[in-house]
Nanobody, 118 residues
């Protein structure tokens, strides 16, 4: 069993920044990569960013390229999502996900809410 706990969500004004964290625990030996997804009001869950646990170039949705940065600290078993230049359209519940075999996501966190005001 793998557990993921997101934190760092909150209320910010447009143009502001937030840094989300996802703490990973449990049987993590099979991790291949971690990803961030989000579900905006009235929308389906969408991909935001992902990074391989071994490193390399991360992946981003076009909507967040240049504004969001995903990173991970293997020693701390934590993945981060730095969100800059936030827009109201970024308002969503953000979920951390764990993958043992790309592109499938095997485990999900409960999410953390990010609200961006105009």
């Amino acid at each position: 069993q793998v557990q993921l706990v997101e934190s760092g969500g909150g209320l910010v004004q447009a143009g502001g920044s937030l840094r989300l964290s996802c703490a990973v625990s449990g049987r993590t030996s099979s991790v291949y990569g971690l990803g961030w997804f989000r579900r905006a009001p009235g929308k389906e869950r969408e991909f935001v960013a992902a990074i391989k646990w071994s490193g390399g170039a991360p992946y981003y949705a076009d909507s967040v390229k240049g504004r969001f940065t995903i990173s991970r600290d293997n020693a701390k078993n934590t993945v981060y999502l730095q969100m800059n230049s936030l827009k109201p359209e970024d308002t969503a519940v953000y979920y951390c996900a764990y993958s043992s075999s790309w592109p499938e996501m095997d485990y999900w966190g409960k999410g953390t809410l990010v609200t961006v005001s105009s």
